[in-house]
């Protein structure tokens, strides 16, 4: 689902640049979900730590 929105969102940003060639536009596509991806693993990474935080302080208290 986030790469999907990811999609949609990227092909929004290089409709905004002035990039006229095929070849241009497919690079700029590409840059542009490689920054995604890595944003959103690094997002999911920092979540899945938290979680693991707030299970443990969990089971600590009960």
């Not at 986030?2 to 070849?23: A, D, R």
């Not at 690094?42 to 299970?55: K, N, P, S, T």
């Amino acid at each position: 689902m986030y790469l999907l929105v990811s999609g949609y969102f990227i092909v929004v940003i290089t409709k905004q640049f002035p990039v006229k060639e095929s070849m241009g536009r497919k690079i700029f596509f590409t840059v542009f979900f490689c920054i995604f991806v890595a944003f959103q693993i690094a997002v999911m990474d920092v979540l899945g730590r938290l979680e693991r935080r707030v299970i443990t302080i969990k089971k600590l208290l009960y």
